[in-house]
Every structure is written in C-alpha cells, then in structure tokens.
C-alpha cells in the first residue's frame, strides 16, 4: 500500500508532508541539472583531457543514452522493490559517479562516470514525482506539490548553463560534477529517515534484457555514426558497430514481443496516436538535443567567450523554452494539439535556420540570442502537445507508461542526432581547412542547416500522419506534463519530461 502523509486541513499538507517534497525535488533538480552544466565545461573538459572534437559528443551522450535504456526499467523497479528504495540507490549511484568524474583523469574514466551517472539518474528520477504524490492527498496541496516539483526540474535544466559557467570559471571543469557530491550526499543522508516507502508489488518481473540490449544497441549506432567521420562509411570500423547496433535494435525488439512484462509493449504502436506522436518526438528530438551542444561550442570556440558568459548568453533560450511549455496549454483547446505541435516545429525550424547563418563575427543579438529564443519557444511549443496527443490515444492504465515511452523516444532520438549532427560538423570543418574558427563556424551552421531540414521533416510527418479527431483538440495535458516539457526540449535538460514520463508510469500502476 501507498503511505500517505495527510493533511492536517483542507487544502494545505503537515510541514512533514512537505519536507518529502523538498528531498524528492531536490532529487530531480541534481538529476536535470547534470544534463545541462556539462554543456558550458565541454571545451575545457576536452583541452584538459585529450579528448577529440567528435569524442565530446560522448560527454552529452553516455548519460543519455543510458539514461533513456533504464528510464522504463527504473520505474518498473521502484513499483516492484520501493519508490524510496529506488531513490537511495539511484541517488547514491549518481553521487559516486560525480565523484568519480570530477576526479576522471582520461577521458574514457570521464565517459564511464556520465554513463554512470545516466544508470543512476534512470533509477532516482522515476520516483521522484511518486514520491511528491504519495506525500501529499489529492487536491490543492497535491497540485502545489506537483507545481513546486516541475518548477524545481525546469528551473534545474534552465539553471544549468549558468550554472556550469560559474563554476567552470571561478573553480574548474570537474565542479560542474563534484558540486553534486555534498548535495547528493546531504539529500542521501536525510532521506534515509524522512522519506516514506511504497510499493506496489504486482509479481510482475523486471525486463533487464530489454534494457540492456536497446542501451546497448542505441551505444554501438552511435558509435558506429560517430566513426563515419574519420573512417567513412564502408570501413569496417564503422560498418561493424553499426551492424552490431542494429542487429541489438532488432534482438530487442524480438524480446519486447515475447516477454510477458514487456519494458516496450509493441501493442502500443498500433494506436495511430502513440506510434505517430512517438515518430515526431523522436525525428524532433534529433534535432533540437544537439542546439546547446553546437551553441556552446560556437560561443567558445568561436566568438571566445568565457564559460560563464556562454552560459548567460544562452539565458534567453532557457526562458524561451519555459515560456512555450507554459503557452502550449493554453493554445492546445484553441488551436488543436496537432497545429501546436506543428506550430512549434516551424518556429523552432526558423530558428535553426536563422542560425545556420552565423559568422565569425558572431554579433550577440542576431547570431545568437534571437535564433536560440526562436529555437527553444519551438521545442516548448511542440513538446507538450506531441506528449498529450500520445497519451490521448492510450487506455487511461495506460497513459503514464505512454507518456513514459514518449521521453524515451524523444531522448534516443536526441543521442543519435547528436551522433549524425556532430559527425556531419566535424566532415564540413575538415574539408574546410581543420581547425580554425572560419572552418568550425561552416561546420557548426551546417549542422543548424541539417536540423532545420530535420524539423521541416517532422512538420510533414505530422500533418500526414497525426491524428485530427479525439488525439486533437480533445487532447489534455497529462497531469504535471507541461510544466515538465521545458527540461526536455533541452540537450542539456532533456529528463524532466523523461524523469515525468517514467514516473507518471509508477504511480498510475
């Protein structure tokens, strides 16, 4: 049974009640956090370590991919064993990878701690929301509570650049990740006593196979693309990880269709709604993951910004990204999910557009701070409706695993467009003459090129192939979803809206 801290009168929760609250936000703000203040530590990370321009791509990737494999696994198990079980051990993992990041003298001990850390946020982060809603009754309490929760998540995906330049400024790099260890162990330590257990407990077993062979699968193709650059495509260097990749991809899904508890009914992409919804986060994911990747790298390696002043650069573009979430609500029982969902997509496709045009001057305001406002009010913008039409389409026991696979899609789809963007950058500043800041300015503007021509893709997908009727302008938000969305549209902030996804998962069971 679900412990549940009562109220002590209508309408507010005991001080009990909301000390739970502040340890599970505080969860899911070191969680979203880390995906977002590497992003500014990145060229100091690789001039430190060694580390080559297409392997930084892994310091984004390793966390994400690992990630989304375990996300679905990691709610699953805090219904089996323990919402709170699952938070101490996804939190005590996470915090032992800081460590060990922040200490990472290679920079392959650098990529095993972010996949690490990845593992462990995919345990802690799908408690988290549980944890809020089982501390809390139903009712005004319960929806401050979920508000407090989201708002803590987005403010930790918007606070993560400016976040990571201060700290890359003022200390170095490896405080970006050993800055989680005393608040992770602060958090550890008082949850241990504070924070009540639930369960559900329904027999049903854990689907590990399936979790590791898509983790393993979504590695070895983004490896196998990253490879291309250097290699081309018909070497055997590349050709054999992506064949690997593709054959786990495949072994993955003969698993999910066998396994009597699925980590990814297939049923599910039968309902028009789910499988297209799915397809556009994943194609829109592609894209819009890489945009604070390839900015902060512009801003620094180009224009010469400091750390800290990349990461105030791209301020706007975090409150951009808050804005459209916040406005898709409002614009979805007028408009129609699916024309916000579009809506979105163009506005967001103008921006990288307009960004594609940067030059080594690089003046602020037009190559920068309006393209990347331009960018991210898109991804707020699109987001949530694409969540709320698959969810529409899905049994109500259903919608919280749904939303769950939505996240997890928009995510994979994230790490392999980095992988494609990256490897498309890198080929266009070699052929331009390596590593000067004219030839990495043509390489970074093609990628911009390339994820507009993405986004226009997904504009047509979804005028064909998403549903008007019930998925449309009958599609709600799902409770807590779209404050959720703005994380997520991030390369930084991506897991607010997959943490929420997984969570929601659990306390539906």
Known sequence: MTRVLRPSRRGSAPPAAWLVVALACAGQFLVVLD????????????????MSAPGL????????IAFAGFML???????????????LVGLALFTVASLAGGLAQDGWQLLLARAAQGLGAAVLAPSTLTIVTSAVSEGAARARAIATW?????GGGAAGGLVGGVLVDTLSWRWVLLINVPVGAVVLLSSLRRLPESRVGDGRRLDLPGAVLVTAGLGALAYGISRT?????TSTDTLLPLAAGLALIVLFLVVEARTAAPLMPLGLFRVRAVS???AAMFLCGSAMFCMWFFMTLYAQNVLGYTPLEAGLALVPSSLAVLVGSKAAP???PVLGARNVAVLGTLIAATGFGWQSLMTVRGDYPTEIMFP???MMLGAGLTATPLAALATSGAAPGEAGLVSGLVNTSRTMGGSLGLAVMSTIAAARTAGSGGGTAEALTEGYALAFRTGAGVLLGGVVLMAVWLPWGKGDKEAGVPSGMSSGMPSAARAGAEPTVAAEGAASTSSEK
């Not at 791509?57 to 994400?64: D, E, L, S």
């Not at 990691?74 to 089996?80: E, T, V, Y």
């Not at 989201?150 to 987005?154: C, D, K, R, Y």
């Open 35 to 50: 995906v977002s203040v590497v992003n500014v530590a990145l060229p100091s990370m690789r001039t430190d370590l060694g």
């Open 57 to 64: 791509q892994w310091v984004v990737n390793a966390y994400a």
């Open 73 to 87: 696994l990691g709610g699953r198990a805090g219904d089996l064993y323990g919402r709170k079980r699952m938070f």
């Open 150 to 154: 989201t708002a803590v998540g987005a």
């Open 229 to 233: 650059e250097a290699e081309g495509w």
């Open 276 to 278: 297209s919804a799915n």
């Open 330 to 332: 409002r614009f979805m």
């Open 372 to 374: 990347g406002i331009l």
